[in-house]
């Protein structure tokens, strides 16, 4: 015997918010709830579109975040700037291998991960495909649980604490330190823009195929 199909919200009606979460049943056109006042919406309006445009511009962005100066220090025996990957190098050569392997992974490895993960997001969507669709549900939510993380935040923390160490004197932001900002605020709001019931809008029509295949045969 089949498994019962379990009715979607989509089919019953019923529209939660995206402000106060509240649960809004027999929502036809333009409403607003019923708590906050906010448009309600089955899905998203242009959420596609939204999250391509910020994981783009969050992608081009991440080419001068490693490239340009995240930090210029100076001391008596003169000025250095480090990138990322520079200061990554300086941890390590100083022994502080922990302290290079977090910069690295927090700085490097999780952006480069996020992009990945929206993009295989993405472009399942778009192309409609229907497999793994609790796989992909589960790594959105991994997505949208390390957005949070700031990698400018860990690469600050453990930078100053090596250049106390190294009793440098002077510690100037360098222009990286704005697109690494711009990096971590485009990737957070791509992760919002998407909306994660398109993941299950083919997979359910997939489905509903199958049964009447199942029904007829």
Known sequence: ???????????????????????????????????????????????????????????????????????????????????????????????????????????????LMKFAALLVLLISVQRRKAWRARGRAHLFRLVEGIGYWSMLDVFVVTLLVALVRFQLTQVDPGPGVVYFGLVVVLTMLASMSFDPRLIWDHAESVDDGKAEEVEHD
């Open 1 to 111: 015997m089949s498994e019962p199909r379990i009715s979607t919200a989509s089919e019953l009606g019923i529209v939660a918010c995206h402000c106060c979460g509240q649960l809004c049943r027999h929502v036809q056109g333009d409403i607003c709830c019923s708590r906050c006042g906010a448009r309600l919406h089955r899905r998203k309006p242009d959420s596609l579109a939204r999250t391509w445009a910020l994981l783009l511009a969050a992608m081009i962005l991440y080419i001068p975040a490693n490239l340009l100066p995240i930090m210029r220090t100076g001391s008596l025996f003169g000025s250095e700037s480090n990138t990322i990957l520079s200061g990554v190098a300086e941890l390590w050569r100083a022994g502080s291998w922990d302290l290079a392997v977090i910069v690295f992974v927090a700085s490097i490895m999780v952006p």
